[in-house]
Nanobody, 116 residues
Framework: QVQLVESGGGLVQAGGSLRLSCAAS????????MAWYRQAPGKKRELVAS???????NYEDSGKGRFTISRDSAKNTVYLQMNSLKPEDTGVYYC??????????WGQGTQVTVSS
């Protein structure tokens, strides 16, 4: 029933931009905290950015000033705008919808590759 479908990934040169989208269904979007995570090969999955139901945002240190997370309630979609991309941003980006002690859902991920 619950689906989180990511899109917008691809291959981009260093310095370029991408906008990732995560379309949610099967949940009450307005009551869900949303986040983006990145997992590089052989690495642990790490938080990139998050946005609460109230609109409060947080970012990993390396993404501050370059990445922007936002949510569109009308479309039940969360976005991650990534600018000035670096090779170290490469990885599979996963969308997460969660509410502490209630639910925790993940998308299947979208590949982002940044070439030097």
């Amino acid at each position: 029933q619950v689906q989180l479908v990511e899109s917008g990934g691809g291959l981009v040169q260093a310095g370029g931009s991408l906008r990732l989208s995560c379309a949610a269904s099967g949940i009450i979007f307005s009551s869900s905290n949303m986040a983006w995570y990145r997992q590089a090969p052989g690495k642990k999955r790490e938080l990139v950015a998050s946005i609460t139901t109230a609109g409060t945002t947080n970012y990993e240190d390396s993404g501050k000033g370059r990445f922007t997370i936002s949510r569109d309630s009308a479309k039940n979609t969360v976005y991650l705008q990534m600018n000035s991309l670096k090779p170290e941003d490469t990885g599979v980006y996963y969308c997460r919808a969660s509410k502490t002690a209630i639910f925790d859902f993940w998308g299947q991920g979208t590949q982002v590759t940044v070439s030097s």
